[in-house]
């Protein structure tokens, strides 16, 4: 059997249905092999790192794994930026370069390169990968390829890469012959760890939540990563404590569910910070507490609460702040563990707590401005549009202050997914994103991008037509790299450098690949709207903000999270607060 074939074939084994590359001739092999198959299918996109993302996306809506493929040398280190973001992100995916013929790539000698193209890509990948290998021995590729899968989705999940040279990609193997990474001494050691928690551990968090009197669960991305989205809806409902998320933990619970109390963290909502500041008790689920949810002062977060932090990566507890209990748990089998230790559990009478979280929420909306007559504010355009795209599966958020807005203030219903590229926060995210999370799917999918954002992979227009994608695509046009103009008005007198320059008319653009495309100019336009999101197919619409728009409310450098620009006055902050206020540090304002 000839290696591409097998490797083809494991990986419809895995259960992929769609392999995202742009060819070159390192993988000819690879992609021609899936040419003959009429049950897997190759995704062709217009740039590698578009592949990547794409990848990316497939794998965090099906739980399961994203393939890209790229050739060996500009290919492989195209896709880069979306190997680091699925490492950071905690998303299973698989990368396969195709390399130069092993008799012509370099090893050990001290030569720059030796084949055309050839690219030590190993090397490069090696720190943002939890595997990354060139196989050099047609027999070594059963094992490689099932120890690479294995490795994406034991423990934290992440990205694995295999390098395979084009003479390995047309040998001939006897698949029965090959040995098996699940026979091994290797595998077995893995597989020691099971994870489980303790009686004892148990216990100590049960009197925890017992003796609480203002509780607040923060969930992280790691619920997702960690597939424990229903357990810990079942531990909500068990123990009736209110949830605040990071930004990578938006989608684990329906924003209508009563006991959600928004987004934290620098550009969180105003009321979600207060209310982690004022806690008592704060259950930490899968979030590894960077310095976007901590602020620059990491020392004042929760600093009034009991914490116990869970987390899969031992890395993660007590790096940034310290927990009262850290637990190194697989979060699912953690939650399942408290799901049946709860059984007639009777949690405390947190009314008070309840009603002051309800009247933080009604004092402290979330808006950038308030509109003095039919400008668009981009919350409240956001609040629009979520209350119009209930049929979406999947929202995509680019990076940049439309990701902001709609963190803040986007309604997610029933099992709506959010993909934000959070760790990475790479511009050019959505678009490709939203091509894996519809072919994951099969079902219509929102982008939301910026007018930066948008052109760096702008090119996937093209991938969108071809497939007869409905992807629905959002530009929030301010005619500015909007995050940073905010930064440069902050921090550096307001001078623009490169922040700050004329696009090309994106109707224009989109007309050209055939996609129908509207704008909405201000809110008398809100027909625009309804005629895009009514559209069958693609469908595009740009629309127009004020170039001097922020996004507020926003944690500046030496600040509590709960003491957020624009300030409050002091003496409205000390009466909210039920803590006392954190000291006061030098800042650059």
């Known amino acids: 059997m000839k290696v591409s074939d097998y490797v083809i074939d494991y990986l419809k084994q895995q259960g992929i249905s769609h392999v995202f590359e742009f060819i070159g001739g390192a993988i000819v092999h690879l992609l021609d092999s899936v040419s003959v198959r009429n049950d897997i299918e190759c995704v062709s996109v217009r740039h590698e790192q578009a592949g990547a993302f794409a990848a990316e996306a497939y794998a965090r809506m099906n739980g399961k794994l994203g393939v890209v493929m790229a050739t060996s040398g500009p290919g492989a280190l195209n896709l880069l930026t979306g190997i680091g973001s699925c490492y950071f992100d905690s998303v299973p995916c698989l990368f396969i370069t195709g390399q130069v013929n092993t008799y012509e790539y370099k090893f050990e000698r001290q030569v720059r390169q030796i084949g055309f193209q050839e690219t030590d890509i190993v090397s490069v990948a090696k720190p943002l990968t939890k595997y990354a290998v060139m196989v050099t ?10 120890k690479a899968i294995v490795l994406t989705q034991h423990g934290r999940p992440g990205p694995v890469l295999l390098d395979i040279p084009m003479n390995l990609q047309r040998a001939q193997v006897e698949p029965e012959t ?19 928690v303790s009686d004892s551990v148990i216990e100590d968090v ?3 939540l017992g003796a609480a009197k203002r509780p607040l669960i923060l969930a992280g991305g790691g619920v997702r990563a960690g597939n424990s989205a229903a357990a810990l809806s079942r531990f909500i409902g068990k123990t009736g404590i209110p949830i605040v998320t990071s930004l990578m933990g938006l989608d684990v619970i329906s924003h209508d569910h009563p006991l959600y109390t928004g987004l934290i963290g620098s550009y969180g909502n105003r009321y979600s910070n207060l209310i982690l500041a004022n806690c008592d008790l704060l259950l930490i689920f899968g979030s590894r507490l960077d310095s976007r949810q901590t602020g620059t002062r990491p020392d004042t977060f929760g600093r009034g609460a009991q914490m116990i932090h869970v987390d899969i990566d031992h890395n993660e507890l007590n790096s940034k702040v310290a927990a009262t209990l850290a637990i190194k748990s697989d979060l699912k089998v953690f939650l399942e563990r408290m799901d049946s230790a709860l059984t007639g559990y009777h949690p405390p009478d947190i009314t008070e707590w309840l009603a002051y979280i309800a009247g933080l929420k009604g004092q402290y909306p979330t808006y950038s401005f308030t509109p003095s007559a039919n400008e668009i504010e981009p919350n409240r355009f956001m609040g629009l549009l979520s209350s119009r795209s209930a049929k979406f599966k999947a929202i995509c958020l680019d990076v940049g202050q439309h990701q902001m807005w709609a963190s803040q203030s986007f309604l997610l219903s029933g ?16 678009l490709p994103a939203a091509i894996g999370a519809c072919l994951a799917t099969g079902d219509e999918t929102l982008v939301i991008a910026g007018d930066g954002g948008f052109q760096l992979n702008i090119q996937e227009l093209d991938t969108v037509v071809r497939l007869h994608l409905p992807i629905k695509i959002v530009v929030m046009n301010n005619s500015s ?31 050209a690949y055939t996609i129908p495309a509207f704008q909405m ?25 004020d170039r001097t728009t922020d996004v507020y409310p926003k ?26 206020l954190a000291s006061e540090m030098g800042h650059p304002e």
């Open 555 to 580: 944690l500046v450098v030496n600040r509590p999270i709960e003491d957020m620009y624009p300030y409050l006055d002091r003496d409205e902050l000390k009466r909210i607060m039920l803590i006392d």
């Open 415 to 430: 099992n709506q997914r959010l993909l934000n590229s959070g760790g990475m926060g790479a511009m050019g995210f959505a």
């Open 178 to 196: 090959l040995n098996s990474f699940y026979n091994s001494k290797e595998y077995k050691a893995l597989m020691k760890d099971s994870g489980d």
């Open 521 to 545: 100019n201000n809110t008398d336009d809100i027909h625009q709207l309804e005629q895009f999101l009514s559209t069958k197919g693609p469908a595009f619409i740009e629309v127009k903000v």
């Open 481 to 511: 790299l909007g995050m940073v103009r905010q930064f440069q008005n902050l921090y550096f007198e307001g001078r623009k450098q490169s922040t700050v320059n004329p696009n090309p008319s994106f109707i224009d653009i989109v007309k």
């Open 137 to 146: 021995e047609p027999d070594q590729i059963r094992y490689e390829l099932e």
């Open 206 to 208: 049960i009197k925890m």
